[in-house]
């Protein structure tokens, strides 16, 4: 149902805190997460702290998320190698840097970046609704 991470066995070597949602595009998937939190039930493990399981598929993920006490639904760890910034509800900015986020994995039906996929979205000549070119539904 979802893209399998880029390269299993990285998983688990990806820094805990990153950035969260925003972008727009996705390149890669990265891992998928399941936050922990004792405080909702999950065992106890890192003094009071939340932490987090990782995994190679998001079915995996989901099926662990289900069966554990205090767990979130999966998100998954992306990377995105240029993204879309709106730093100002309606404006738009190509940043060409890498970074990495946790996404919803909703978020992951929408297509793959590809090199139109930003300057598509940016043109004068974009649909109204510039989600639709995110969405693969409009170039």
Request: contains cysteine; charged residues 30%; aromatic residues 12%.
């Amino acid at each position: 149902m979802y893209p399998k991470v880029k390269d299993i066995n990285e998983i688990g070597n990806y820094p805990a805190l990153v950035k969260a949602g925003g972008g727009y595009v996705w390149d890669e998937v990265l891992e998928y997460r399941v936050w922990c939190h004792p405080e909702n039930g999950a065992e106890n493990i890192e003094n009071g702290d939340d932490y987090f399981y990782v995994f190679g598929e998001y079915n995996e993920a989901l099926e662990f998320s289900k069966e554990t006490n205090g767990a979130e639904e999966p998100i998954a760890l992306i990377i995105q190698n240029e993204y879309i910034d709106e730093s100002e509800f309606g404006k738009y900015t190509h940043v060409k840097e890498k970074r990495l986020t946790e996404w919803p994995v909703e978020f992951l039906t929408r297509p793959k970046r590809n090199e139109n996929t930003i300057p598509d979205f940016l043109s004068p000549n974009a649909p109204k609704n510039r989600l639709e070119i995110l969405r693969g539904i409009q170039k």
